[in-house]
């Protein structure tokens, strides 16, 4: 997967490119709007990462320009103004999300996964992850062949976390896509929410599955992290 | 440039133009009243001349004393100079003249001519360089037999002309005059009456940020400045009030960005100031995030607050079933409050047009609130109240500590902890309520807080109507 990043900060493109290729994609960087323009439309790229205030020619443009020479590849715009009116303009010319400065870097990459992942989500009846299995058309959930009863929110966190495996998921993400809450909720919800859940899925098994990654989010993995 | 109209220079030109109008019709009257009592003396003169030849020529009786009319005449009329007298009989045969009377003759035949009224009206005329007024007047004789004789008497007016040339003259230099000092005075007399505006301006030119505490002296100021002078000093008051919230803000700002920043400098510092495992850097690093996130969240929060106060939340209005949100809220904080030992339920139903997103956060933000202060084994309870026209109510109760009075007021201020040593571990910056206070406000409802023994009680009106 091929990833631009049109950003002139030079510290911030420089770490988005780090943090991306060790994600495990393929990343380039653009320092102007019209580099970036040139190649977004020149190279075949997956997704571009894209951030609005640039010299030259700012976030906008570049935008259009996409937009005008027909290439629907996803957009995601970075603003260090979190004005509503810049969010309405991002959405309005064709950007499919947008994150404001100052982002955690697991947020970045989830949204890039969720763009990325978008019309190809495989419809499977049954999600895995070792030997826990989670039916979505049946509501159930097993694990060693062990029926686990969980609560409807309960289902939509593993649901969310068997769907994205191996991905670091911020809280945001995670209060957003389950409780549709769109915004910082400051308490520990989260945390209280994945506890009582790993105390059913987890605790009498091995391997354990759902980990906290400290300072970023949880994620649900098979293997041990390096 | 456009040129600015000045108070003064308004009231001088209204002084003047008033002045003007009064001095010049004054001026008038007053010509016209010395015009009229000259004409009036001269009339008198010219009258008792007329009623003396009336008399001597009634006097005569028999053709024969006809001779004796200028002798008489004249000596009831020597010494008058400057009167002219002439005497006709018919057929404009002078029986009568004083010396260069020659000229009543002339008039004595075009007045003839017209309709013969005994007596004329006074007239005026010029004659070479003089002026005249005079009548003329037929006067019968004592024996009504011949035809009566034509009486023409005038005075010279010329004297009285050039006085009143001069007195006009010398009027109209007065009203000039008059007119320039009372603009004079006008001008210095407005000047005067708005220095108390340029005290005003005095006073406001010194006014600065570090001096908003001065205030216009009320007692000192005219009656009608009085209102003025109160509103500036109101508006003063508001903004050395939003001015010390401001910088009040700041250095609460400033205070609460200054902890995390010090963490992170000095775990740095003292994980830089010698080698260490890979897994002690991981852990600062892990460290780091942490403020990192809190210093994230608070500027994101700031950031909110300062656009609420300078009125850019613009509430996306759609219809929010309170019931389903708040249910929704009470799920999302269901673990939490279980782990807490803390019970909550919703009672009652209503709607509202508002942003859901913000609706959201500042319930939860109460909802947060409210489990962090509850005791184990406590229920929070969410009212909803519809109140027709009143809107709707949202109440969010909980039992706990009394919150003494003092720190009540304050609860929704930013950065406000009711324990001041009670530091951050799970708790907020201490913006939530003043968050969900300005998206209350930015809604256009109020909220309030009250506390009984051991019950602390929000409420949330909105959606009145009218």
């Known amino acids: 997967m091929k990833i631009l990043i049109i950003e002139d900060e030079t510290k911030t493109g420089n770490y988005l490119k780090q943090g991306l290729t060790e994600a495990g994609f393929v990343a380039d960087i653009a320092r102007d709007g019209m580099d970036g323009a040139h190649l977004a439309l020149t190279e075949a790229y997956d997704l571009v990462v894209l951030d609005v205030m640039l010299p030259g020619m700012d976030g906008w443009r570049v935008l259009q320009e996409i937009r005008r020479a027909g290439r629907d590849l996803p957009v995601l715009f970075l603003t260090a103004r979190d004005h509503v009116d810049d969010r309405v303009k991002g959405l309005e010319l064709g950007a499919d999300d947008y994150l404001v400065k100052p982002f955690a870097f697991s947020e970045l990459l989830a949204r890039v996964r969720t763009l990325l992942r978008r019309g190809k989500t495989t419809e499977a009846d049954v999600l895995r992850a070792a030997d826990l299995e989670l039916d979505l058309r049946r509501r159930r959930v097993t694990r060693s062949g062990k029926r686990i009863d969980l609560t409807a929110k309960e289902f939509a966190l593993l649901e969310l976390l068997l769907r994205r495996q191996g991905e670091v998921l911020p809280r945001s993400l995670i209060a957003s896509q389950v409780w549709d809450m769109n915004f910082d909720s400051d308490t520990n919800v989260i945390e209280v929410a994945v506890r009582r859940l790993r105390s059913k899925v987890d605790d009498e098994f091995e391997p354990k599955l759902i980990k906290t990654v400290r300072g970023m989010g949880y994620v649900l993995e098979t293997q041990e992290s390096p | ?466």
Not at chain 2, 71 to 98: K, P
Not at chain 2, 182 to 190: E, I
Not at chain 2, 413 to 424: L, P, S, T
Request: proline share 3%.
């Open chain 2, 1 to 466: 440039m456009m040129w600015r109209k000045s108070i003064t220079l308004r009231l001088t030109l209204l002084f003047v133009a008033t002045s003007a109008t009064v001095l010049v019709a004054l001026g008038t009257v007053i010509g016209q009243a010395v015009e009229a009592h000259f004409e009036e003396q001269d009339l008198a003169e010219i009258n008792s001349k007329l009623e003396i030849a009336r008399h001597t020529i009634a006097k005569v009786r028999a053709p024969a004393e006809m001779d004796a009319i200028p002798q008489h005449l004249g000596d009831a009329l020597i010494g008058h100079h400057g009167l002219s007298v002439a005497v006709l009989a018919s057929g404009n045969r002078t029986i009568f003249a004083t010396p260069g009377a020659d000229f009543l003759k002339e008039l004595i035949a075009t007045r003839s001519k017209e309709a013969g009224e005994e007596r004329s009206r006074p007239l005026v005329w010029e004659s070479g360089e003089r002026a005249y007024r005079g009548i003329t007047m037929s006067v019968p004789f004592g024996t009504g037999a011949e035809s009566p004789f034509t009486v023409a008497v005038a005075l010279d007016i010329s004297h009285h002309r050039e006085f009143m040339i001069s007195f006009r003259k010398t009027l109209w230099i007065f009203v000039a005059f008059a007119i320039l000092l009372t603009g004079f005075l006008g001008w210095f007399a407005a000047r005067r009456g708005l220095a108390p505006v340029r005290n005003i301006a005095q006073v406001a030119k010194g006014i600065s940020a570090t001096r908003l505490g001065d205030r216009l002296p009320h007692e000192s100021v005219p009656a009608e400045l009085a209102d003025l002078a109160a509103s500036f000093n109101d508006m003063l008051g508001r903004l050395e009030d939003s001015f010390r919230r401001l910088s009040d803000f700041s250095s609460d700002l400033a205070h609460e960005l200054r902890t995390p920043v010090s963490n992170l400098m000095t775990q740095t510092h003292v994980a830089l100031s010698r080698p260490r495992s890979a897994e002690e850097y991981r852990e600062i690093l892990y460290s780091n995030i942490e403020e990192y996130d809190r210093l994230a969240r608070m500027i994101a929060d700031m950031l909110f607050l300062a656009k609420a106060d300078n009125d850019l939340i613009v509430p996306h209005r759609e219809n929010i079933d309170l019931a389903t949100e708040v249910d929704e809220l009470i799920g999302f904080y269901e673990a939490l409050a279980d782990e807490q030992g803390v019970r909550v339920s919703r009672i009652g139903i209503g709607s509202i047009s508002g942003d859901r997103l913000m609706i959201r956060r500042a319930i939860s933000n109460l909802l947060s609130n409210a489990i962090r202060h509850t005791p184990r084994g406590g229920a929070i309870k969410v009212e909803v109240r519809d109140l027709g026209n009143d809107g709707v109510r949202i109440a969010v109760e909980n039992p706990g500590q009394a919150i003494p009075p003092e720190h009540l007021r304050r609860l929704f201020d930013r950065f406000y902890r009711v324990d001041a040593c009670r530091q951050r571990i799970g708790e907020g910056a201490g913006l939530g309520l003043a968050i969900t206070k300005s998206i209350v406000e930015a809604h256009g409802g109020a909220i309030s807080v009250s506390a009984e023994r051991d019950t602390v009680r929000f409420e949330i009106s909105m959606g009145m109507t009218g």
